[in-house]
């Protein structure tokens, strides 16, 4: 894709001139398409809305098909975003087609930090152009371009005005996406309430500063379309993929006890005019805004921050090698300085270290000689208590010895005199 | 003794007089039902009603058309940007109604910025906190020495809004009713049913109902009709119990359907009659509330909220009493006999930490020293 179509100002030096018959390069705009019909087109759509508000349901609308998505749960603890993406054929137009859809967006007690996951995407997407057009080797026209191309923002029905979550959250990213706000599940407002909660949405974001996406006025052939159909911004849509039985027709339609909303009929809701709009008219426009505008923002503020200007100081013009190769000593410095600091600190860690465990071993040694002296002191003291008692001991068996003889002299004694009664007694 | 006995005899002459014109077994308390009736119509009733949810749900066009008035006549809305830092607050509207010479003193409560602002942690505590007021104020005035003229400001029933773009109960919904549903009788509705088809009408109220016993939720529950009703009364008492939550939508126009003159909103696709029970549970919420459960609803205020805060109220009380006198006993035992744990900071030094491992080895090589003595007089023993 040509990365700039801006209508040619004639230049001074060159002379205008007029054929004096037909060339032929009036086909240059049907080779154009034949090439690109051939390549395939890639759009991708950003949905963002609390869970049940009908995305899916509006996106199944819309493209005519069934897109197999599930229900969620209002219990995400934080906003997740799911992509998926489809092939879709219509007539011998070949479209690669990306849907990504809000998770958990709105559920939560504290909805401050809601906006960043989907600014994340968005930044990623941006991030993965940018580095394969930085790439030495680089594949542009083979690249599958995943930045989103257009945002869908689902505002719920309150009949009052904007929630405060969607002022924050479209704040947030209409620098960064073409932002479509829509009025979702619409058949719970009434034709004069209808008109009441646009005219204040728009006030709304208008006071805040909020740049929603405007339908193109440059090109006359659709010049006037687009200026009616601005004016009923934000659309009022409704969603089924169910039919009815209306007149002798199967309509698209929900089926209410007192009535049949017809999501095609324009005296019922904005559906045509979202589709006209969104995929008949203005699709190939918002891949060229999305292009033009929003990355070249997001490139300029990239390369800014790395460093990168288009002029030095000196207001001369700088190459961007020269630049390149500037940041890369700079960085190649910086690494050094920061290995020698680290180096310094483990060195001097280490030495701590090594003089924290000397001090804890001589402690120990001390402690170790303290109780060596008590367990010595302790055994000495036994010792002299084993001494004593030994000597108790052999004492007390010499006296056991001396009393056992006095016994056993006496004893003789005795037995001497008997012998002598008895011998005496004999004669 | 003769004068009194002929006295008696002429007394009870008189009042035989009047009971022969009537049955002999009357008595005549049958009369206390038309008694009360009298009684109440004089003193009059009063109702608090509190309406919770998200703003843009309906909930004043519902109040207005509830009770077929204005009250919410000028007020004003918060744009988007003021609202993102929105705090809570409790407006009151109260109106004398009267009908066929009944009064009624009706006290709405609403909670404008609900569920607004981006972040709403706690946005539920200032409603808790108001409802807690009113038991405070009743708890006192009911404790005091002049009890003439109490002002029952006790909030009777909490509608609660749930909105019908979702799936279901979101998180807001359930932190709400389980912070309230021990303090008043939640009904939850599901507003702006002109949303739904009959059958997604259905699927809905299955869902909620399940999230509301899955999360433990306590709702204001229907009293049981006696078994001996009729079966027509029990078919009612059966399909109220079932509609829960009430798919409303709310209406103060008046629009020309069918000829007749009715509260309904204009489409271009069709009216939709806010009175007709095929349209919307309008009906059976308005008999819930007014005709049939009013009164039912200020009883379980009393007899159960109410009391439980009491109960409360006295329990934390006199358990401040106890530890204020534990407290007292601690100070004065010595604190080294108590085996206070030490809780270690998360930023312990260094040196701390040594310190508590040298006497870790200290303690140990003691019980070793310990244990050698013990084991040398054990050998002395046994020489």
Known sequence: ?427 | MENSSSNNRFRSAMFNHDDEDQDKEYVGFATLPNQVHRKSVKKGFDFTLMVAGESGLGKSTLVNSLFLTDLYKDRKLLNAEERITQTVEITKHTVDIEEKGVKLKLTIVDTPGFGDAVNNTECWKSVADYIDQQFEQYFRDESGLNRKNIQDNRVHCCLYFISPFGHGLRPLDVEFMKALHEKVNIVPILAKADTLTPSEVKKKKIKIREEIEQYGIKIYQFPDCDSDEDEEFKQQDLELKESIPFAVIGSNTVVEAKGKRVRGRLYPWGIVEVENSAHCDFVKLRNMLVRTHMQDLKDVTRETHYENYRAQCIQSMTRMVVKERNRNKLTRESGTDFPIPVVPTVTESETEKLIREKDEELRRMQEMLQRIQDHMITQKDGH
């Not at chain 1, 054929?89 to 906006?115: A, P, W």
């Not at chain 1, 949405?201 to 010049?223: C, H, K, R, W």
Request: charged share 30%.
């Open chain 1, 1 to 427: 894709m040509a990365s700039s179509d801006v209508a040619r100002q004639p230049d001074k030096g060159v002379r205008p001139l007029s054929l004096a018959g037909h060339v032929g390069f009036d086909s240059l705009p049907d080779q154009l398409v034949n090439k690109s019909i051939y390549q395939g087109f890639c759009f991708n759509i950003l949905c963002i809305g609390e869970t049940g508000i009908g995305k899916s349901t509006l996106m199944d609308t819309l493209f005519n098909t069934n897109f197999e998505n599930f229900e969620s749960s209002h219990f995400e603890p934080q906003v997740k975003l799911r992509a998926q993406t489809y092939d879709l054929q219509e007539s011998n137009v070949r479209l690669r087609l990306t849907v990504v859809n809000t998770v958990g967006f709105g559920d939560q007690m504290n909805k401050q930090e809601s906006y960043q996951p989907v600014v994340d995407y968005i930044d990623r997407q941006f991030e993965s152009y940018l580095q394969e057009e930085l790439k030495i080797k680089r594949s542009l026209h083979n690249y599958h371009d995943s930045r989103v191309h257009a945002c869908l923002y689902f505002i719920s029905p309150s009949g009052h005005s904007l929630k405060s979550l969607d002022l924050v959250t479209m704040k947030k990213l209409d620098s960064k996406v073409n932002i479509i706000p829509v009025i979702a599940k619409a058949d719970t407002i009434s034709k004069s309430e209808l008109h009441k909660f646009k005219i204040k949405i728009m006030s709304e974001l208008v006071s805040n500063g909020v740049q929603i996406y405007q339908f193109p006025l440059d090109d006359e052939t659709v010049a006037k379309v687009n200026t009616t159909m601005n004016g009923h911004l934000p659309f009022a849509v409704v969603g089924s993929t169910e039919e009815v039985c209306v007149g002798n027709k199967m309509v698209k339609a929900r089926q209410y006890p007192w009535g049949v909303v017809q999501v095609e009929n324009e005296n019922h809701c904005d559906f045509v005019k979202l589709r006209e709009m969104l995929i008949c008219v203005n699709m190939e426009d918002l891949r060229e805004q999305t292009h033009t505008r929003h990355y070249e923002l997001y490139r300029r503020c990239k390369l800014e921050e790395m460093g990168f200007k288009d002029t030095d100081p000196e207001c001369k013009p700088v190459s961007l090698q020269q630049t390149y190769e500037a940041k890369r000593q700079e960085f190649l410095v910086e690494l050094q300085r920061r290995e020698d600091e680290m180096r310094q600190m483990f060195v001097q860690r280490v030495k701590e270290k090594e003089a924290e465990l000397k001090e804890a071993e001589r402690e120990l040694q001390s402690r170790f000689e303290q109780l060596k002296r008590l367990h010595a002191d302790e055994k000495a003291t036994l010792e002299e208590k084993k001494r004593l008692l030994d000597e108790d001991q052999s004492s007390f068996s010499k006296r056991r010895a001396a009393a056992q003889l006095l016994q056993a002299q006496s004893l003789t004694a005795n037995g001497k005199k008997d012998k002598d009664r008895k011998n005496s007694g004999f004669m």
